[in-house]
């Protein structure tokens, strides 16, 4: 990530405080953006979601290349699994994407 992104030092924070605890952190140097409706997105590769057998990940298709490499390098990680670029730009556009998607939603409590 450029020096300059607004959100450069809080993930070099994150990162060093991760790595502190003991955690190994995976440099991912892609990030897919797309623009839409006056505004550019983030379609994160990294809201990716492992299912049986699979790795499920977001692509938005606008930079056709960035997407292949990030999709080689996700599959290095998980050999073992398909790796499946799942075109998307509805959900980021929402705020998430697949891994967003697949989570639970608790139940409301009961009321009164």
């Known amino acids: 990530m450029p020096d300059d992104d607004p959100n450069a030092a809080n993930l070099a924070l994150c990162k060093a405080t991760l790595e502190t605890a003991g955690v190994e952190v995976i440099d991912f140097p892609f990030l897919s953006r797309f623009d839409a409706e006056g505004r550019t997105f983030i379609a ?8 049986n057998g ?4 977001p692509v938005a298709g606008a930079e056709p290349d960035k997407d292949d490499a990030a999709l080689r ?30 989570q639970q939603v608790p139940a409301l409590p009961d009321s009164p």
């Not at 994160?44 to 299912?51: A, G, M, R």
């Not at 699979?54 to 990940?57: D, E, F, K, P, T």
């Open 73 to 102: 390098a996700l599959a290095g990680h998980w050999p073992d699994r398909e790796v499946i670029g799942i075109p998307m730009r509805a959900a980021p556009m929402q705020g998430g994407a697949i891994h967003c998607l697949t």
């Open 54 to 57: 699979a790795v499920l990940v």
């Open 44 to 51: 994160s590769y990294l809201n990716f979601y492992v299912c």
